[in-house]
């Protein structure tokens, strides 16, 4: 059983600055691209920024220069450091795996999102 749990959410005051962190655990044997995605109150879901395991990045355009994706394969954990934020960064945040090998089958796992507030 494939788990993810995030944490770091919070309330921020606009310019301020918060990290996410999301873990990954069970029987893991690998996992192919990890990121984070948001959805805010009557939005779609979207990408904000994704990591390979090889360590290639994707970030949405409104988060380039401002959020930063890392990875640490060893403990299948995945951080976003979110700099300089604004209002219109305040959603739930999603961690997303996506190829992740555990026993004996492969599939895609979502975490229970964690809220991210930036208000003054």
């Known amino acids: 059983q494939v788990q993810l749990v995030e944490s770091g959410g919070g309330l921020v005051q606009p310019g301020g600055s918060l990290r996410l962190s999301c873990a990954a655990s069970g029987s893991i044997f690998s996992i192919n691209a990890m990121g984070w995605y948001r959805q805010a109150p009557g939005k779609q879901r979207e990408l904000v920024a994704a990591?390979?395991?090889?360590?290639?990045?994707n970030y949405a355009d409104s988060v380039k220069g401002r959020f930063t994706i890392s990875r640490d394969n060893a403990k299948n954990t995945v951080y976003l450091q979110m700099n300089s934020l604004k209002p219109e960064d305040t959603a739930v945040y999603y961690c997303?795996?996506?190829?992740?090998?555990?026993?004996?089958?492969?599939?895609?796992?979502w975490g229970q999102g964690t809220q991210v507030t930036v208000s003054s």
């Open positions: 997303n795996a996506r190829g992740v090998v555990a026993g004996y089958s492969m599939g895609d796992y």
């Open positions: 990591i390979t395991s090889g360590g290639s990045t």
